[in-house]
């Protein structure tokens, strides 16, 4: 089954994307970038949906990072969703790596197309 690993510190966007991916996939989740870390290592997604503001030590473009440098997620697809809209930003997520950059708030329908046009990949 496809994995898809959610890291977002607000529960309501987390859950709003879960609930639109419907069935079909295995969905993990969490709350800031060191836990959502942790859970890649560990499960090895087939794609993060990740937003970039999280409290702690790592937000999402230092998890990105980590996530494109560990040679056990290369095929790890990423789709940033974040509040951040500024051109600037959206270069630095897709220069670092990110198949997607969703500005908040956005259309889950949307964001799920994504999903599954980089999981086609």
């Known amino acids: 089954m496809t994995t898809i690993l959610l890291v977002d510190d ?8 879960r609930i639109t991916l419907g069935k079909g996939f295995d969905v993990f989740e969490a709350e800031d970038g060191m836990a959502g870390l942790e859970i890649a290592r560990r499960q090895k997604p087939d794609l993060v949906v990740l937003d970039v503001m999280m409290p702690g030590e790592l937000d999402g473009l230092k998890v990105l990072d980590a996530i494109k440098a560990d040679p056990a997620l290369l095929h790890t697809r990423v789709i940033m969703v974040t509040a951040r809209g500024q051109s600037r930003d959206y270069e630095d997520g897709m220069q670092r790596g990110a198949d997607a950059y969703f500005i908040k708030p956005f259309s889950p329908l949307q964001l799920v197309a994504a999903i599954r046009q980089a999981l086609a990949k």
């Open 10 to 17: 607000h529960s309501d966007i987390r859950r709003l994307i």
